[in-house]
């Protein structure tokens, strides 16, 4: 699986679009880019992925670079409820496992 | 819709002792995850079970195993605990099994402390 990195943290104002970028240079065709959170004390939870071309949900959007090296994550409406730690994780179908490493620390603040 | 639960919610044990922690898959999904996640890190991946059968495992030695039940429901067993082991648990379930890019929905956890 390609490996991620991303920037251990990140500050963002309440009401402003967050915008949380992932990098994967090793990507390959067959790959996902998936994208959880992870809020204190609770289980990750799953917010959106891609392959190719921009997905959007009620929760955030994905755009992913033509090239597919890198990614970005953006809440277009930053609520301190968004305060987490947020995964971006490359996947291949047939390995069953989702690869987190140390993610982006988002802080939302007033 | 009732989402993934895990008991127990915390759990304390002594180095050497066995240990098994129980998940619950939401409901509809036939495939359960189980991850370790230590302090200030990323969960890591300890295994798969899908229709019953171990579907794919982490780097975790042979002490960890698993059991997946009929209903989907699935157990994760840790013997001669070590004090490495304490940890968040997490269990994820999804449809589909191996091979699919199903999402995964995560439980709350349980927090084993090993002393």
């Known amino acids: 699986d390609a490996k991620t990195t991303q920037p251990p943290s990140m500050d963002c104002a309440e009401g402003r679009a967050a915008n949380l970028p992932c990098n994967h240079s090793?990507?390959?065709?067959?790959?996902?880019v998936y994208w959880y959170r992870q809020i204190h004390s609770q289980g990750p939870q799953y917010i959106i992925h891609g392959l190719k071309n921009n997905e959007t949900n009620e929760m955030a959007s994905l755009i992913i670079t033509e090239d597919r090296k890198s990614s970005t994550l953006i809440l277009p409406h930053a609520t301190l409820r968004d305060t987490a730690v947020y995964y971006c994780i490359v996947r291949v179908a047939v390995i069953n496992d989702m690869r987190f490493g140390a993610g982006t620390r988002l802080t939302v603040k007033p | 819709e009732t989402g993934v639960t895990q008991s127990p919610t915390h759990l304390i044990k002594t180095r050497g002792q066995q240990v098994t922690l129980r998940c619950s898959s939401q409901?509809?999904?036939?495939?359960v995850s189980w991850y370790q996640q230590a302090l200030g890190q990323g969960p890591q991946f300890i295994f798969q079970?899908?229709?019953?059968?171990?579907?794919g495992r982490g780097n975790f030695p042979p002490r960890f195993s698993g059991l997946q039940f009929p209903n989907y429901s699935s157990e994760l067993n840790v013997n001669a605990l070590e004090l490495d082991d304490s940890a968040l648990y997490l269990c994820?379930?999804?449809?589909?099994?191996?091979?699919?890019?199903?999402?995964?929905?995560f439980g709350p956890g349980t927090r084993l402390t090993v002393t």
């Open positions: 079970y899908y229709r019953e059968e171990e579907n």
């Open positions: 994820a379930s999804s449809s589909g099994g191996g091979g699919s890019y199903y999402e995964q929905y």
């Open positions: 409901s509809g999904h036939n495939t």
């Open positions: 090793t990507i390959s065709g067959n790959e996902y």
